[in-house]
């Protein structure tokens, strides 16, 4: 079994690289860091391959798949992605739309081409990851929070054409809340709750993939977040919303 896993450098991505490899899964790895990527290689051992590419840059995720195509991958892991903070109108607008380009376009491509072989073949899996945020919006992360709602609403929209199918082939997206990783380094805050570690992330989601699971929400936080936003109304939601990530921003600067 082999697996392409995007944003395998750090956090979530890494761990369910780890994950998979004490499995037996043969890797493709891929980031923007060839020194760690090159580190992973030589710790999972010579069956690993790599591929160093910028996922803001669609000709780079053709490449990725060009690369993968003939390899015989069984599971795609769409894990690239971040989040930039800030009220709408002041944040950069090029970093805005790479990170659109990451977080949808880049996980849009992969999934529509993955997808078509896995169909052609009736096996495979696919996991999107996307995260709470993504029920949600989020005033102060608005793209982001925008950029995971699409995530889940088009995975969503997958399993179900697959169900009625009656197709072999699964797809899980990953919903995570607060998780121990250089995300909200990178967006620049601070977590406002505690946050569970990536380690369990990767595995609660791999074990929710096989077993054909749709949601993979891995805290009880999440899962109160997922549910009860049902329950509110959008303009409480987006106050309180905003409430909470300007929190992050105070505690975390």
Not at 99 to 112: F, G, P
């Amino acid at each position: 079994m082999k697996a392409l896993v995007t944003g395998a450098t750090s956090g979530i991505g890494r761990c369910i690289a780890e994950s998979l490899h004490k499995r037996g899964w043969k890797l493709i790895l891929t980031g923007r860091n060839e020194k760690v990527l090159k580190g992973l290689q030589k710790k999972f051992g010579g069956g690993t391959e790599i591929i160093k590419a910028e996922l803001s840059d669609r000709k780079e995720v053709f490449r990725v798949y060009e690369f993968c195509r003939d390899k015989n991958i069984d599971l795609l892991v769409n894990n690239a992605g971040y989040g930039i903070f800030g009220k709408f109108d002041s944040t950069d607008l090029d970093d805005e739309l790479s990170m659109i380009d990451v977080n949808i376009t880049a996980l849009h491509i992969l999934t529509k081409l993955f997808l078509r072989d896995f169909k052609k073949r009736d096996s495979g899996y696919i996991l999107n990851v996307a995260s709470v945020a993504g029920f949600m919006t989020g005033p102060l992360l608005s793209s982001y929070y925008a950029s995971k709602n699409y995530v889940i609403r088009l995975s969503s929209a997958i399993y179900e054409e697959l169900r009625r199918e009656h197709s072999n082939v699964k797809i899980t997206v990953l919903c995570p809340g607060p998780v121990n990783t250089n995300f909200n380094n990178r967006a620049g805050v601070s977590f406002s709750v505690k946050p569970v570690s990536p380690e369990y992330v990767a595995e609660y989601a791999l074990k929710r993939l096989f077993q054909g699971k749709f949601f993979a929400i891995p805290s009880l936080t999440a899962k109160l977040c997922a549910v009860g936003q049902r329950f509110v109304p959008e303009r409480l939601l987006a106050a309180l919303t905003y409430s909470v990530q300007k929190a992050k921003k105070t505690n975390g600067v």
